[in-house]
């Protein structure tokens, strides 16, 4: 006899029909020994709404009293599958966040779980009850019940938490797909359901827009070992498996805030090769990319910034030992490419990363982690970003000295570096993210501090940034040398970021330019591309034989992306999908 704990998301509770339906299916779960916690969403498009009818009184309604009004979507359904539930003969209770006390910060529209009482939840369970819980929500203090929500799509991170807090032997997230599948199934038809998926992919795929499991529910299952399947309320097919740690940590306290970052990891072997004055049309990187990987070289980090011009600077990573015959194959592209294009290499660099999957959706690290590299004086020369990882291209002469910054500044150990992948394949799924805006800031000084300074100001204003890109080319302003930086951020957080910079662009003394909505993002992800060759340039290929041009690239071990524009965005969705062979059933 086993505690599984099973969250119904909106549309599996969104009429009286389906929510018979899920009753059958807990009773089902009852009857073969399990004792069973359930949470719920509000039934079907609830929660758009109660927020619509919030927006007709007040366009501004206050924090405090959306979540009054949000809070009550669930506070239904629970009660009616608590009501099925007995219609079938099986005891049961319903509880709202408040009555199992679950705490959370007092930030309201996206607090974080700290803490989930469990003795309420067992009691009705020894009682041969099924407890039924309302997600998404919780209690700032047990002294005053104010009552707080999650953030949009929270009850799997309700669920999640429930699980972990309870020790459950299992976390089934019931939902109206037939699990995760390769890509968004509402663009691309024949994306295909994953047997499994690793926390790491599916966090990224998460941040990146398949909204079918919350990410932090992922962050949860990762950090405390929650074993969690996704699958389809409508059928018995097994749906995909969450590859989670095996170790079983039940949280006390600070359950979604105790770990940030899990530590430092360096990589010393790294050099760097910067192309600038590349031609921008499509097909250039394909081009490069994959003469590249058929000389077998694995390329590491690659970063694409935008120009003003018809060209492009182009600066990736390779292994040291791989610098010679790299050097090899980029000079003949420089050579067709004709005059202007230049070259420069750099043998000595190191790359510098934090790694945990508590920094997703905390903007505050990456900024942290540009600050203590500034405050020594160090200067980044590139940046990555993924959702559990921010890496830095510094000068190796640095390296030592960025590793003991990073590691007594966050408090953490330095880890080895990750392993490859063995036969695993390369790219496990794709996505498309066309909610962000670009922003692109003209001529920040080259020095230590400068991405600190944009950062910490947006961080502070609490705009995630997504894509972090700094031009190879250095324009030289009153005598001192320049670079621009682009970044993406949501389309919602613009005008907040906007006035956030206004001070930090005045302190760096900088030219603010352009705002861009008109792009979108996609990206493909997985653990088996880390040191394998051609899997940039495959997803290029796909992109320049659609002719569709690439505007910015960016890189993490285990994800690609592309910007492209908005009106390009569905389309390139689709040949990289079918360009990595997704729409072929996996084993
Ligand atoms: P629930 O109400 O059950 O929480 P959601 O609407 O939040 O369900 O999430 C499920 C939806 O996510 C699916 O209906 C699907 O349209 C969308 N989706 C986007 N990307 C993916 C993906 N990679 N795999 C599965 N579903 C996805
Ligand atoms: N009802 C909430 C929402 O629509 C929470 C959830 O469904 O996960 O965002
Ligand atoms: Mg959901």
Redesign the pocket.
């Known amino acids: 006899m086993g505690l599984i704990v099973q969250k119904?998301?909106?549309?599996?509770v969104a009429t009286v029909e389906r929510i018979q339906a899920v009753a059958q299916r807990i009773v089902q779960t009852v009857a073969q020994g399990h004792q069973v916690v359930v949470v719920v969403?509000a039934m079907g498009h609830t929660t758009d709404e109660l927020i619509a009818l919030a927006k007709a009184v007040n366009p501004q309604p206050s924090p405090r009293e959306m979540d009054m009004l949000l809070s009550t979507g669930e506070q239904v359904s629970i009660a009616l599958v608590a009501m099925a539930l007995e219609a079938l003969g099986q005891p049961a209770i319903s509880l709202t966040g408040t009555q199992v006390g679950i705490i959370t910060e007092a930030d309201h529209g996206r607090a974080r779980i700290l803490h989930i009482p469990t003795d309420r939840i067992r009691q009705e369970l020894e009682q041969g009850k099924v407890v039924v819980i309302a997600g998404f929500q919780g209690i700032s203090s047990s002294r005053t019940l104010e009552i707080t929500t999650l953030g949009r799509?929270g009850?799997?991170t309700s669920a999640v938490a429930i699980a972990a807090a309870l020790g459950a032997d299992g976390c089934e997230?019931?939902?109206?797909?037939p699990?995760?599948?390769?890509?968004?199934?509402?663009i691309v038809p024949d994306?295909q359901v994953l047997p499994q998926v690793t926390c790491e992919e599916m966090l990224e795929?998460a941040s990146l827009?398949?909204?079918?499991l919350h990410p932090r529910a992922v962050e949860i299952a990762r950090n405390f070992g929650v074993p969690v399947v996704v699958r389809s309320s409508w059928t018995d097919e097994p749906g995909t498996r969450l590859i989670t740690p095996t170790w079983r940590t039940i949280p006390h306290r600070d359950l979604e805030v105790a770990r940030l970052v899990d530590g430092v990891e360096l990589d010393d072997q790294q050099a760097k090769v910067a192309l600038c004055n590349v031609p921008d049309r499509p097909g250039v990187a394909a081009q490069l990319f994959g003469a590249l990987a058929d000389a077998g070289i694995n390329v590491d980090l690659i970063i694409q910034s935008i120009q003003a011009g018809a060209t492009n600077d182009i600066a990736f990573t390779v292994q040291r030992s791989d610098l010679a015959q790299t050097e090899q194959v980029v000079r003949q592209f420089v050579g067709q490419w004709g005059d202007p294009v230049t070259c420069h290499v750099s043998a000595a660099m190191a790359k510098v990363s934090i790694v945990g999957a508590g920094m997703v959706g905390r903007p505050g690290v990456a900024a942290t982690m540009f600050s203590a590299l500034g405050e020594a004086g160090i200067n980044i020369d590139l940046i990555s970003t993924s959702e559990i990882k921010v890496s830095c291209l510094v000068d190796l002469a640095n390296a030592t000295q960025a590793v003991r910054v990073l590691s007594s500044s966050f408090k953490v150990p330095v880890l080895p570096p990750p392993e490859a992948a063995g036969e695993m394949t390369p790219v496990r799924?794709a996505?498309l993210d066309d909610q962000q805006a670009r922003l692109v800031i003209r001529h920040v000084p080259d020095r230590p501090g400068s991405a600190a300074c944009i950062f910490l100001a947006l961080a502070q204003a609490r705009v995630s940034v997504d894509m972090i890109i700094q031009s190879e080319r250095v324009t030289w302003i009153d005598g001192r040398p320049t670079k621009d930086i682009a970044f993406t951020i949501h389309q919602d957080d613009v005008e907040r970021a906007q006035a956030a910079l206004v001070p930090a662009l005045a302190k760096l003394n900088c030219e603010y330019l352009a705002v861009d909505a008109d792009i979108a993002k996609v990206s493909v992800v997985g653990s088996g591309m880390v040191r394998k060759p051609g899997v940039a340039a495959r997803m290029f290929a796909s992109l320049g034989q659609a002719g569709i041009n690439i505007q910015m690239i960016a890189t993490s071990e285990i994800k690609i992306s592309c910007l492209v524009s908005r009106s390009e965005g569905k389309k390139a969705l689709q040949v990289v999908h079918q360009g990595f062979a997704l729409d072929q059933a996996t084993g």
Do not use: E, F, N
Not at 179 to 186: A, C, F
């Open positions: 119904y998301g909106g549309t599996s969403s799509g009850s799997d997230i019931y939902t109206d797909v699990g995760i599948l390769t890509t968004d199934p509402r994306a795929l827009g398949a909204k079918v799924g996505a």
